[in-house]
């Protein structure tokens, strides 16, 4: 097991543990709770009690005063965020719902515990004989649980690392698409602390410049880095501090011992071994067994009834109920699918799924897919609400909404997509110059292009200039280049010249005001040149603009009804390959030890997210107790607990993904093995 595989927290389940010879008395015993309380006046505020639904904000402090956590987006937007700090900006600001609880935290177990989990749990004691519009200083910290397997609790890193000057990406790899290729002169983040800068293309392979983002010192989670410059590489030195707190992902821990080449951190408490303060404020109570607006008691015991009929259909021991989810309105983890259409505040169309509104949709929008101005997906956008954002704004939009209902919200641009920001706003040389005649080693020669070297052969040295070999003697190849002075090259970037002034080679780039520019994982557009230097604006289009989204409901599926699925597990490694190619699904074999925590945290928690439980359906599903039967282990090179491998329809492997996946990260592999075969991942 490995604590770096860690990422994401606790998925939270409200599980009512039953057997079918028990159902009457649960239904007796939860009549009960809504006739004790029946008739209560709230005229005047009430303490909170066991039970209640309390939504609250908090901003919790370490010892040191500095923020942990918090859902005040004043308080979120105004704390600094880095790799040394413990806070991390939450995906929205707002208040949360809990349930108060006397002894909330010590349902929170596990060998890896979200210390922002754990917190909630916390002020779900701490909210208990509090009242609305309250606000409360907290104060509450955790032990260290002593008897954790060390391997769970500590982890061991290096203080010294080595970064090479050069890196070599083959051409194929670099680009997401045949269209874009990379520039000389582009620059990107290859890693916090260095930047790469693409300094030559040849043969199907893109030179990389490795060098310092800003300055030597820079920040990682385990402290300040110092860079050192040496001939061929570069010596990074880490300077942690003894006693400090590091997070990985949701995980706080300390440092517990520095020597001239590992640090040792200690995970053993949820905490960070801190004193946390948290500063509550009390927005709204609903008292246990009130009927709420939503629901009356009658619409609450039909939920449990079906549930507990469904449950006992499917010969299952556990229900899932949720008594806040409204049936009739979207609510976060509804699958929904809508309408829309965007427009900016001069009333231009940039995204739609109507046909009607496509002629007026941008011809440099993001909904289009091709160079011929046609936009592809024209049909109702399928998501999970507060887990996919297809459209910046668009879960702000749905919220609420009913079957049926079409409304219009004006969405701002720190609600959408940001404002402009200048870091993202970069510039690069109009003129690159090379070599008529460059001279490198036949081991060089290949390395650069898989192939010996043959005299005459011709070879790419940049997406506009190629070379031949003009010479071998003994291990030295001369290559010359191959330029037309004058010759001008137009491609979707602009206009580029070739100039040839005595050995050395010009290459002059005109580029088109509004071109793309990708880079790495970025694409950008030219904003301007001055023939000496050109600008790419990488922030996404729709930046600093106020939107508009008029969209309609049409389809619901509430978040219950997608995780009282349960997955299909097949008995028979035979069967479901068989199974595959008959329904020409792919297939997703997990193989996992009984033993080994991070297996069952993938089997029990990763595979019951919503996100992968709304495309199950999908994929034919098989697990095996690889440990167990050594062959699967052997047969597909395992080298890790939980391993999962993805075949397509013929059970060829299309990826094998070792150690544990998050969520997030297992869906998006999943995906890949879809491509466009549904019409719920197309609009994803």
């Known amino acids: 097991m490995n604590l770096k595989r860690f990422v994401g927290g606790l998925n939270e389940k409200r599980l009512v543990k039953m057997k079918p010879m028990k159902k009457k008395l649960l239904i007796c015993l939860i009549t009960m709770s809504f006739i004790l309380v029946a008739g209560c006046s709230r005229v005047t505020p009430k303490p909170i009690k066991p039970g209640d639904t309390v939504q609250l904000t908090y901003t919790c402090r370490n010892q040191n005063g500095e923020v942990v956590s918090t859902v005040d987006e004043k308080t979120g937007r105004n704390t600094p965020s880095s790799e040394l700090t413990v806070f991390v900006p939450p995906l929205s600001y707002g208040p949360v719902s809990l349930i108060a609880q006397e002894n909330a935290s010590s349902q929170i177990q596990g060998p890896f515990i979200d210390f922002e989990d754990l917190i909630r749990a916390k002020l779900a004691e701490k909210v208990i004989h509090l009242k609305k519009d309250q606000e409360e200083q907290v104060t509450f910290s955790v032990p260290t649980d002593e008897e954790k397997d060390p391997g769970d609790r500590y982890l061991s890193m290096a203080r010294k690392l080595k970064r090479d000057k050069e890196k070599i990406i083959s ?78 992902g949701k ?14 951190m200690d995970f053993g408490n949820p905490l960070g071994n801190q004193t946390l303060t948290c500063d509550v404020k009390i927005e709204e109570i609903v008292e246990s067994g009130s009927p709420s607006d939503q629901f009356t008691k009658q619409e609450v015991m039909e939920k449990i009834n079906n549930a507990i009929s469904d449950a006992e259909a499917k010969g299952q021991t556990t229900i899932n109920i949720n008594l806040g989810e409204d049936p009739k309105k979207v609510q976060n983890g509804d699958l929904v699918k809508a309408d829309f259409t965007v427009s900016d505040e001069k009333g231009e169309v940039w995204y739609t799924t109507r046909e009607k509104d496509a002629r007026l949709i941008q011809k440099d929008s993001p909904a289009f897919k091709n160079d011929t101005g046609k936009q592809l997906v024209l049909t109702p956008s399928q998501f999970v609400v507060g887990l996919d954002d297809p459209v910046a704004g668009l879960q702000q939009a749905v919220s609420d909404m009913e079957m049926g209902q079409r409304k219009i919200v004006t969405i701002p641009p720190e609600k959408a997509y940001g404002n402009v920001d200048p870091l993202k706003i970069k510039q690069f040389p109009c003129i690159q110059t090379s070599s008529r005649q460059t001279k490198m080693s036949s081991g060089e020669f290949i390395k650069m292009t898989g ?25 030295e190849v001369i290559l010359t280049a191959i330029a037309e002075d004058g010759k001008v090259i137009e491609d979707k970037l602009g206009k580029t010249s070739i100039h040839i002034k005595g050995d050395t080679v010009y290459l002059t780039l005109t580029p088109e005001i509004g071109a793309e520019f990708p880079m790495n994982d970025r694409i950008g557009r030219v904003v301007n040149t001055d023939g000496i230097q050109f600008t790419v604006d990488f922030n996404h289009p729709l930046a600093g603009k106020t939107l508009t989204v008029d969209i309609n409901l049409v389809e619901l599926t509430k978040a219950s009804t997608i995780m009282s699925k349960e997955l299909p597990w097949q008995p028979d490694y035979g069967f479901a390959l068989d199974m595959a190619t008959q329904e020409h699904k792919p297939m997703v074999l997990i193989l996992y030890a009984s033993w080994c925590g991070w297996s069952q945290k993938l089997l029990h928690e990763v595979l019951n997210d919503p996100r992968i439980k709304m495309i199950q359906d999908q994929f034919v599903w098989m697990k095996i107790d690889s440990d167990q039967d050594k062959a699967f282990y052997q047969e597909f090179k395992q080298e890790s607990f939980p391993t999962i491998v993805l075949m397509n329809p013929e059970g060829e492997i299309i990826n094998k993904l070792q150690g544990f996946q998050p969520a997030d990260t297992l869906r998006g592999e999943l995906i890949k093995c879809l491509g466009n075969q549904t019409d719920l991942i197309s609009h994803l």
Do not use: C, W
């Open 171 to 248: 051409l194929s790899r670099f680009p997401k698409s045949p269209e874009e290729q990379p520039m000389p002169g582009m620059e990107f983040m290859i890693e916090p602390g260095f930047k790469a800068r693409v300094s030559r293309i040849e043969k199907g392979q893109v030179y990389l410049a490795v060098i310092p983002a800003n300055g030597n010192i820079y920040d990682t989670f385990m402290g300040k880095a110092k860079i050192i410059e040496e001939a061929n590489h570069y010596n990074v030195e880490i300077m942690p501090k003894k006693g400090a707190t590091v997070r990985i």
């Open 251 to 264: 995980l706080l821990g300390n440092i517990t011992e520095v020597t001239d080449e590992l640090v040792k």
């Open 451 to 475: 192939l010996p070297p043959v005299l005459h052969e011709k070879v790419t040295l940049n997406p506009y200039l190629e070379a031949e070999i003009s010479e071998l003697n003994g291990d």
